[in-house]
């Protein structure tokens, strides 16, 4: 069993053999797990999340539609629950750590401690002003997915993963000049850093 072509694989978990299905589980497990503690940095959330892909791909056996490989096809289901899970919890959290993780490593040469609290708190405010959608595309970015990959999974236009990026960095920028015009543009510059719209 161990040579079994992906089409053999394919048809031995349609035809419910648990033994073939064991076998993909454990061909994929160790990279899955990998990507997904990678994006949660939590080992039982990662755990959990791939126990749920894998229940799903054997409730779903009889009528699975895999167009590329195995492999492809468990990354795919495990992005798609990560940018749900990301989109569901921990939203303005996300970001705003996210945020601050980066402004930490240049806080000393640009922010005295007053200043980077004084800066999450307008951080957080702006945020949370920003529609649900824009949340959730700005949270998605800062945890490193692509435009292709969040339009996918949220089921819109890459355009659109671009246009409410760019906003929300201009509301962002335009925020930070307000509160912040001393240090505003190096802040700003610090986001177009790591999150290219």
Not at 7 to 15: C, F, K, P, S
Not at 48 to 72: G, K, N, Y
Request: charged share 20%; aromatic share 8%.
């Amino acid at each position: 069993m161990s040579h079994m072509t992906e089409t053999e694989l394919l048809a031995g978990v349609r035809d419910g053999r648990q033994e073939v299905f064991a076998q993909i589980f454990h061909m994929h497990w160790e990279s899955l797990f990998r990507e997904a503690y990678y994006r949660l940095k939590s080992h039982d959330e990662a755990q959990d999340m791939l126990q749920e892909i894998f229940t799903d791909f054997w409730q779903r056996r009889s009528s699975l539609t895999i167009s590329s490989s195995i492999a492809a096809y468990l990354h795919g289901a495990l992005k798609h629950h990560i940018i749900r899970h990301f989109s569901r919890s921990r939203l303005h959290q996300t970001v705003v750590d996210h945020l601050l993780l980066h402004m930490q490593s240049f806080e000393d040469s640009i922010l005295d401690v007053i200043a980077a609290s004084e800066i999450q708190k307008t951080l957080e405010d702006a945020i949370a002003l920003f529609p649900e959608n824009m949340q959730q595309i700005f949270a998605l970015r800062t945890q490193d997915f692509t435009i292709a990959e969040i339009a996918e999974a949220l089921n819109i236009s890459p355009q659109t993963v671009k246009n409410n990026n760019t906003q929300a960095l201009k509301r962002l920028k335009q925020v930070l000049s307000e509160r912040h015009p001393e240090i505003s543009s190096s802040v700003y510059t610090l986001l177009l850093l790591f999150i290219k719209s």
